[in-house]
């Protein structure tokens, strides 16, 4: 399976910096992917970037994580779930490598 180039570095310098004993917390980013809130007991707004395969979840106490390398399907599919927090934790959680996203301010 091919990676996005931006999906590459991500995963790269996720990598470096794992190695270098640095924190997830250290290898956050600011996100510019639109989220669209939904209706689920665990999880507030997700959103999806075609161009960088990556799926981002914001749960309802204000987490938010970006999903590397994820299929358009399993982003389609999770928005159709009946149950989103289920579909989440069968499909997404321990299942796809995932850096934190620090909340946009302003």
């Known amino acids: 399976m091919r990676r996005s180039p931006c999906a590459l570095i991500a995963s790269l310098l996720l990598f470096a910096s794992t190695a ?5 917390e250290a290898m956050a980013l ?15 707004a997700i959103g999806y970037s075609k161009r960088l395969r990556a799926l981002e979840i914001e749960f309802k106490n204000g987490a938010i994580y970006r999903y590397l390398n994820v299929a358009p399907a399993v982003y389609h599919d999770l928005m159709l779930a009946p149950s989103k927090a289920r579909f989440y934790d ?13 909340r946009r301010f302003g």
């Open 20 to 24: 270098a004993g640095n924190p997830p």
């Open 30 to 44: 600011i996100s510019h992917i639109k989220r669209h809130v939904v209706s689920s007991t665990a999880l507030a």
């Open 90 to 102: 069968q499909n997404i959680r321990r299942k796809y490598r995932s850096v934190h996203v620090k």
